[in-house]
């Protein structure tokens, strides 16, 4: 969406708004209506910004030389104009008869009015491409119809559940083999090859987009991890589909990236009720999976402290802040790293951890209890489409699948699969490690967030986890190094690192535990990783495309750390997408969500028509 910005606005704000997609031009404002129109028609603009009123004959000659819809956006600034806006909430836009669309915004200052005027535009943008309704919406049956899911992480195994329950029959395959079989980690994705943990907050999966202008954005994957950077690969080994995804990364604004991150949040939001339901439901299944309710978040660094309590009370999530000495107080586990100085404070959050291992084993057998039919050591190698684009199968390693409806979740390095679809090369591979310690001395209740600011390992979840002998243990996982689309090409000295970062963690803030683990000799031995699917715009992936069977093939995945903790909302959405019903995944996580609204080619080239020739009136 190609946006005319008309207003002289302070540079902190611009660094904010503007984009490749983004003609500031505030010279514009005082000269004449046929200077203004030539240039909307002549840069093909889509939409335009003003506090000025545009005149009506202006924004007709201008919507009558284009082929699709112009917005046009009054920005309003002040207290008196958000209590006008408020009055006016049922009326927030005007369709004109012609082909442009005008909206009105409001805010108590120039950053907030100005922001909520391109996120209008970028929510007119994501609405235009979201799918079609059935035309059965939200009357189907499904009457036991097949579907195949492609891929038995976390996220599918989930949906395959929701899908059972929305009376689907369901068939899985996947690449790798039952991850009840207890196979090396190697051989197994992300789900069964990481470590036994995952953890539901309120702002997991949260965007890593750049959210405020510094010298630093913009320079983590130039930078090595040992440089606190994402870079874990060789030097100067990127191909180029690398580097476009990592312009692409850096091509998201300031204010959209704060937008997505909302977008997330929600889709955390909505899964924590269903989560709670699931719990009431099948206790035993959570039990059996080592359930620890409620999160305490700490944090080495005392103004990064300040800022996560207001984030955190922001979202609904604070339950109670903490003083060190109230830490020490209350979970004597964290004692010595109280001592020592290394924590600032502590946040207690809505949240949960599970052993992710034991939850997919006992998930796994209520499947194949309820009808499910599993198909292990099957990688999926291509979609097969029929003369109109319509998907009719899934080549496999061995077979071809046929069903009405297919869910994929390739993972981290499935791009083949997503081949000929607009998924493909939207996700790359994140890196992430684990290491294993002795839950010894106190005990702690809670599993843990741990944020060390300016450290290798910034960001650490550590779990409380039962060991296959059923001792107790603490699972430390952390790091960010991006992979791209080549499995192998990760510098073992950088992914070295990162482990040495997890091993500064554990001597430095649970010290008994990691002498413990010297003692056993245990410690490097536990060191693993596992690379989660991400996205350059940080959103998860929703995308449908029609079957031969008169189905959807449904496409799911990017969540980096989110997948566990959304699950049941991608779940919901899948189900709406077979039942013909809409979900806000569906749009929000459209694959072309971003390219869409942040290209700088407009979408309304000048109609053709002689009788449409623009004119200004009078």
């Given at each position: 969406?190609?946006?005319?910005?008309?207003?002289?606005?302070?540079?902190?704000?611009?660094?904010?708004?503007l984009?490749?997609?983004?003609?500031?031009?505030?010279?514009?404002?005082?000269?004449?209506?046929?200077?203004?129109?030539?240039?909307?028609?002549?840069?093909?603009?889509?939409?335009?910004?003003?506090?000025?009123?545009?005149?009506?004959?202006?924004?007709?000659?201008?919507?009558?030389?284009?082929?699709?819809?112009?917005?046009?956006?009054?920005?309003?600034?002040?207290?008196?104009?958000?209590?006008?806006?408020?009055?006016?909430?049922?009326?927030?836009?005007?369709?004109?008869?012609?082909?442009?669309?005008a909206?009105?915004v409001?805010?108590?200052?120039?950053?907030?009015?100005?922001?909520?005027?391109?996120?209008v535009?970028?929510?007119?943008?994501?609405l235009?491409?979201?799918?079609?309704?059935?035309?059965?919406?939200?009357?189907?049956?499904?009457?036991?119809?097949?579907?195949?899911?492609?891929?038995?992480?976390?996220?599918?195994?989930?949906?395959?559940?929701?899908?059972?329950?929305?009376g689907?029959?369901?068939?899985?395959?996947?690449?790798?083999?039952?991850?009840?079989?207890?196979?090396?980690?190697?051989?197994?994705?992300?789900?069964?090859?990481?470590?036994?943990?995952?953890?539901?907050?309120?702002?997991?999966?949260?965007?890593?987009?750049?959210?405020?202008?510094?010298?630093?954005?913009?320079?983590?994957?130039?930078?090595?991890?040992?440089?606190?950077?994402?870079?874990?690969?060789?030097?100067?080994?990127?191909?180029?589909?690398?580097?476009?995804?990592?312009?692409?990364?850096?091509?998201?604004?300031?204010?959209?990236?704060?937008?997505?991150?909302?977008?997330?949040?929600g889709?955390?939001?909505?899964?924590l009720?269903?989560?709670?339901?699931?719990?009431?439901?099948?206790?035993?299944?959570?039990?059996?999976?080592?359930?620890?309710?409620?999160?305490?978040?700490?944090?080495?660094?005392?103004?990064?402290?300040?800022?996560?309590?207001?984030?955190?009370?922001?979202?609904?999530?604070?339950?109670?802040?903490?003083?060190?000495?109230?830490?020490?107080?209350?979970?004597?586990?964290?004692?010595?790293?109280?001592?020592?100085?290394?924590?600032?404070?502590?946040?207690?959050?809505?949240?949960?951890?599970?052993?992710?291992?034991?939850?997919?084993?006992?998930?796994?057998?209520?499947?194949?209890?309820?009808?499910a039919?599993?198909?292990?050591?099957?990688?999926?190698?291509?979609?097969?489409?029929?003369q109109?684009?319509?998907?009719?199968?899934?080549?496999?390693?061995?077979?071809?699948?046929?069903?009405?409806?297919?869910?994929?979740?390739?993972?981290?390095?499935?791009?083949?699969?997503?081949?000929?679809?607009?998924?493909?090369?939207?996700?790359?591979?994140?890196?992430?490690?684990?290491?294993?310690l002795?839950?010894?001395?106190?005990?702690?209740?809670?599993?843990?967030?741990?944020?060390?600011?300016?450290?290798i390992?910034?960001?650490?979840?550590?779990?409380?986890?039962?060991?296959?002998?059923?001792?107790?243990?603490l699972?430390?996982?952390?790091?960010?190094?991006?992979?791209?689309?080549?499995?192998?090409?990760?510098?073992?000295?950088?992914?070295?690192?990162?482990?040495?970062?997890?091993?500064?963690?554990a001597?430095?803030?649970?010290?008994?535990?990691?002498?413990?683990?010297?003692?056993l000799?245990?410690?490097?031995?536990?060191?693993?990783?596992?690379?989660?699917?991400?996205?350059?715009?940080?959103?998860?992936?929703?995308?449908?495309?029609?079957?031969?069977?008169?189905?959807?093939?449904?496409?799911t995945?990017?969540?980096?750390?989110?997948?566990?903790?959304?699950?049941?909302?991608?779940?919901?959405?899948?189900?709406?997408?077979?039942?013909?019903?809409?979900?806000?995944?569906?749009?929000?996580?459209?694959?072309?969500?971003a390219?869409?609204?942040?290209?700088?080619?407009?979408?309304?080239?000048?109609?053709?028509?002689?009788?449409?020739e623009?004119?200004?009136?009078g």
């Amino acid at each position: 969406m190609r946006i005319l910005l008309l207003d002289t606005l302070q540079r902190t704000l611009l660094e904010q708004l503007l984009s490749a997609n983004v003609l500031y031009r505030p010279d514009l404002t005082n000269k004449s209506s046929e200077i203004l129109l030539a240039t909307l028609i002549g840069s093909d603009i889509d939409a335009i910004v003003s506090r000025k009123p545009i005149a009506p004959d202006l924004l007709h000659a201008w919507a009558a030389a284009r082929a699709t819809q112009c917005y046009s956006v009054a920005v309003h600034v002040g207290r008196d104009a958000v209590r006008q806006q408020t009055k006016n909430e049922a009326k927030p836009a005007v369709a004109a008869a012609d082909q442009s669309k005008a909206f009105s915004v409001s805010g108590l200052s120039e950053s907030e009015a100005f922001t909520a005027a391109f996120a209008v535009l970028e929510r007119a943008s994501t609405l235009r491409i979201a799918p079609p309704l059935t035309e059965n919406a939200g009357t189907r049956k499904p009457s036991g119809e097949q579907v195949v899911l492609l891929g038995a992480g976390i996220v599918n195994l989930i949906t395959a559940h929701a899908l059972l329950d929305a009376g689907y029959a369901v068939s899985l395959i996947d690449g790798g083999p039952d991850p009840r079989a207890a196979q090396p980690w190697t051989a197994y994705g992300c789900s069964r090859g990481g470590d036994d943990a995952r953890m539901f907050t309120l702002s997991e999966m949260d965007n890593y987009n750049d959210k405020q202008a510094s010298p630093e954005m913009n320079t983590l994957f130039k930078r090595s991890v040992a440089d606190l950077g994402w870079n874990v690969h060789w030097n100067g080994t990127l191909a180029p589909a690398e580097k476009k995804w990592i312009e692409e990364f850096e091509s998201i604004p300031i204010w959209l990236a704060n937008r997505y991150n909302e977008d997330i949040f929600g889709f955390n939001r909505e899964s924590l009720p269903m989560w709670e339901q699931w719990k009431a439901d099948d206790p035993a299944l959570f039990a059996a999976s080592v359930l620890r309710e409620d999160i305490l978040r700490l944090y080495s660094d005392p103004l990064h402290y300040r800022a996560a309590v207001r984030r955190q009370i922001g979202i609904g999530a604070a339950k109670k802040m903490l003083t060190p000495a109230e830490i020490a107080a209350e979970h004597p586990g964290l004692a010595d790293a109280v001592a020592g100085g290394h924590l600032a404070g502590a946040i207690s959050a809505v949240g949960f951890t599970v052993n992710i291992h034991k939850f997919m084993h006992a998930l796994l057998d209520r499947l194949e209890q309820r009808g499910a039919s599993f198909a292990w050591h099957q990688r999926g190698q291509s979609l097969l489409f029929d003369q109109q684009r319509r998907v009719k199968g899934i080549r496999t390693s061995t077979m071809v699948v046929e069903a009405q409806h297919y869910v994929l979740s390739p993972g981290a390095y499935g791009d083949a699969i997503l081949a000929g679809t607009r998924s493909q090369g939207k996700i790359h591979g994140v890196l992430g490690a684990w290491l294993r310690l002795p839950h010894t001395g106190p005990q702690l209740r809670q599993s843990l967030k741990l944020a060390r600011k300016g450290h290798i390992t910034e960001d650490s979840n550590v779990t409380l986890v039962t060991a296959e002998d059923g001792s107790d243990l603490l699972v430390i996982g952390s790091g960010y190094g991006h992979t791209g689309i080549d499995p192998r090409n990760i510098d073992e000295a950088q992914l070295h690192q990162i482990y040495q970062g997890l091993v500064d963690t554990a001597r430095t803030y649970f010290p008994a535990s990691y002498e413990a683990a010297i003692a056993l000799g245990t410690l490097e031995s536990s060191f693993k990783y596992c690379v989660r699917p991400w996205t350059s715009t940080g959103l998860g992936l929703f995308d449908q495309m029609p079957t031969s069977g008169g189905g959807r093939c449904i496409t799911t995945g990017g969540h980096n750390t989110g997948g566990f903790a959304q699950s049941p909302s991608i779940a919901q959405a899948v189900v709406a997408a077979l039942d013909g019903r809409h979900h806000p995944m569906h749009a929000a996580y459209h694959p072309q969500r971003a390219e869409t609204f942040l290209s700088a080619i407009g979408h309304g080239a000048p109609s053709r028509r002689r009788d449409a020739e623009p004119a200004l009136a009078g």
